[in-house]
């Protein structure tokens, strides 16, 4: 698909063709139209860097453009109608032009991509078969000097595989075993101070894990895969803490409350009240507290909104009470409620400031 726009350009009727599919359609076309196929234009241009410098019909193009010149508007939209040309504004022309333009950067880095992939490909596949056949090679010379030793042969230092030749050598047993199973360590570790018990709740967690992972709750979908969210569940390999019925784990020996499995939740300190007095002591008055997670005591959780609201309902300020709280005169009562100072003197209402020109 071709695009393009119509306009005058020095004085003759002109169609501007900007932009197509691929850099490519529009590079064959213009080939195939230039000077062979002249029925409908007489003359034609490519755009150069002066054109888009100077004229403003070519400015903002970065690829050549071309603008076919014809005698009249019935061979312009013969033109037009005989390649399939579409019109579009020549704002939306500009940005087909750089969609055009963009699409075939793309696939350019997408081609040196695969380029290069396929040379890294190729190159791995040189590396590994080399690696094959070196390591057949030593394979087969450490055979022969096996059997020279087992036939009572003296193997002379000259006769033995140098050790350059050995540097990436690994034998497949040697592959298949980890770190710690080649060390030893995995049958006795010397610097292990756990205890029994500790070895125990170890050997339970990897069992926990390995079934974990066999269930598919610690496959490559817990790091974000398709269907993450519907597929993923929690998993806890600890132990769920045991606690009797008031949150406490630490249970006094003797005492066998019920036990369940209960999360006690958290409590988090927000806020110490306290008053200090003339030597500098300092009193705590009051903590504020809240909880998060754990069971919740209903009957404790209404009993405290109850009286909260009851005190507030306490609470009341007349009009009176307001004015002398503002004079300083007044106190409040074990209500919430003002009282004013009964050798409180009378204070007249300032008259205020009169304006100027009033």
């Known amino acids: 698909m071709l695009y393009g726009y119509k306009t005058i350009d020095d004085g003759n009727i002109t169609t501007m063709v900007v932009a197509a599919s691929t850099i490519e359609e529009l590079t064959v076309w213009s080939n195939e139209t230039f000077d062979l196929?002249?029925?409908?234009?007489?003359?034609?241009?490519?755009?150069?860097?002066?054109?888009v410098m100077t004229k403003e019909d070519y400015k903002g193009y970065k690829h050549p453009i071309y603008a076919f010149y014809h005698r009249n508007d019935i061979d312009r939209e013969n033109f037009i109608k005989k390649?399939?040309?579409?019109?579009?504004?020549?704002?939306?022309?500009?940005?087909?032009?750089?969609?055009?333009?963009?699409?075939?950067?793309?696939?350019?880095?997408?081609?040196?991509?695969?380029t290069r992939k396929e040379l890294w490909d190729k190159r791995d596949k040189e590396i590994e078969e080399a690696y094959k056949v070196w390591r057949a090679d030593i394979e087969a010379r450490k055979e022969v000097l096996q059997k020279r030793k087992d036939a009572g042969v003296e193997i002379k230092?000259?006769?033995?595989?140098?050790?350059?030749?050995?540097i990436f050598y690994m034998p497949n047993e040697y592959d298949e075993k980890t770190l710690e199973e080649e060390l030893g360590l995995?049958?006795?570790?010397?610097?292990?101070?756990?205890?029994?018990?500790?070895?125990?709740?170890?050997?339970?967690?990897?069992?926990?894990?390995?079934?974990?992972?066999?269930?598919?709750?610690?496959?490559?979908?817990?790091?974000?895969?398709?269907?993450?969210?519907?597929?993923?569940?929690?998993?806890?390999?600890?132990?769920?803490?045991?606690v009797d019925s008031t949150g406490n784990a630490n249970t006094e020996a003797g005492v066998a409350p019920e036990q369940v499995d209960v999360d006690p939740g958290k409590v988090y300190v927000t806020k110490i009240n306290t008053t200090t007095d003339s030597n500098g002591n300092i009193t705590v008055t009051g903590i504020n507290a809240i909880?998060?997670?754990?069971?919740?005591?209903?009957e404790e959780r209404d009993r405290i909104i109850a009286e909260r609201q009851e005190a507030r309902s306490k609470l009341s300020l007349t009009p009176e009470a307001f004015a002398e709280a503002l004079?300083?005169?007044?106190?409040?009562?074990?209500?919430?409620?003002?009282?004013?100072?009964?050798?409180?003197?009378?204070?007249?209402?300032?008259?205020?400031?009169?304006?100027?020109?009033l």
């Not at 230092?157 to 050995?166: A, V």
Request: aromatic share 4%; glycine share 8%.
């Open 291 to 298: 909880k998060k997670g754990g069971e919740v005591n209903e």
């Open 83 to 114: 390649h399939s040309i579409e019109i579009v504004p020549t704002a939306k022309a500009r940005d087909l032009h750089r969609d055009m333009l963009w699409d075939h950067e793309q696939e350019a880095k997408q081609e040196v991509k695969q």
């Open 327 to 357: 004079r300083g005169t007044g106190r409040m009562d074990s209500t919430g409620g003002a009282v004013i100072a009964p050798d409180a003197p009378e204070v007249a209402p300032s008259p205020g400031k009169k304006r100027k020109g």
């Open 37 to 51: 196929d002249t029925e409908f234009y007489n003359d034609y241009h490519v755009s150069g860097i002066l054109d």
């Open 157 to 166: 230092p000259e006769d033995e595989i140098p050790e350059e030749d050995l």
């Open 186 to 242: 995995a049958a006795h570790d010397p610097w292990d101070r756990r205890s029994e018990e500790e070895l125990e709740q170890e050997r339970i967690w990897k069992e926990k894990l390995e079934k974990a992972k066999k269930d598919g709750k610690l496959s490559g979908e817990s790091f974000g895969g398709e269907n993450t969210h519907e597929k993923r569940k929690a998993v806890d390999l600890r132990e769920p803490k045991k």
